[in-house]
């Protein structure tokens, strides 16, 4: 996670050092993002980072990457059935496997035992599908309590607290790069959703033409 932010974050510097509110047409309703994006951050300081450097604090790191692992092997259920609905049937098959042998070997998925066989993680979920069968992602959408999303909501399953804990390093690199957080972050994740939905491999935006 923090490595994708990171390479998100050097491909966005060329757009830091604008204030925003430039009339993007894909944040349609950017005065209410920015003030749900103010929420947020502010709740994010108030409650979050400081629930996330406390559960740093007293949980061993190992203890942290079992968790990690734990709801890793969550999220591959429900990657294994995007696969499929995207037919990829060989990635689907793949993430079963996963999901049986950390379930098993693994102790419900508190170590990571798959990967060391070969069996590649993947990251799928229903929004990507969504975007696989054609249909649009609509414009930026910043939830309350949860952050950026599009008009179709994706289908999160994880831990606030252990992947606020996660992003600590790439917040420096945010609080260092960016002028105006949300453009920064507004930018940075729709790059990186559009990124997902087509698997690597975005055709050419019109503007980039």
């Not at 406390?54 to 999220?75: H, L, Q």
């Not at 079963?96 to 170590?111: D, P």
């Not at 992003?167 to 990186?192: C, H, I, M, N, P």
Request: hydrophobic share 40%; proline share 6%; aromatic share 12%.
């Amino acid at each position: 996670m923090r490595t994708i932010f990171l390479l998100l974050a050097a491909l966005s510097l060329g757009g830091c050092a604008t204030t925003g509110g430039g009339g993007d047409p894909r944040d349609p309703w950017e005065g209410l993002n920015r003030k749900t994006f103010a929420f947020n951050d502010a709740l994010d300081k108030a409650v979050m980072k400081p629930i996330a450097k406390g559960y740093v604090a007293v949980t061993p790191e190992f203890a942290r990457e079992g968790v990690n692992n734990f709801y890793s092997n969550i999220e591959d259920i429900a990657t294994s059935l995007n696969n499929f609905l995207q037919g990829k049937p060989k990635q689907a098959m793949s993430d079963a496997m996963r999901v049986i042998m950390n379930t098993t070997l693994g102790v419900f998925g508190l170590w990571d035992v798959a990967t060391p066989f070969g069996l590649e993680k993947h990251d799928e979920d229903f929004g990507q599908t969504l975007g696989w069968w054609g249909m649009a992602p609509g414009p930026y959408f910043v939830i309350p309590f949860l952050g950026p999303s599009t008009a179709y909501w994706t289908w999160w399953g994880v831990d606030k607290v252990r992947t606020r804990a996660n992003l600590f390093k790439a917040e420096g690199v945010l609080d260092d790069a960016a002028l105006d957080r949300y453009t920064f972050l507004r930018d940075a994740w729709l790059q990186r959703r559009r990124n997902q939905v087509f698997d690597g491999s975005p055709p050419r935006e019109k503007e980039e033409e």
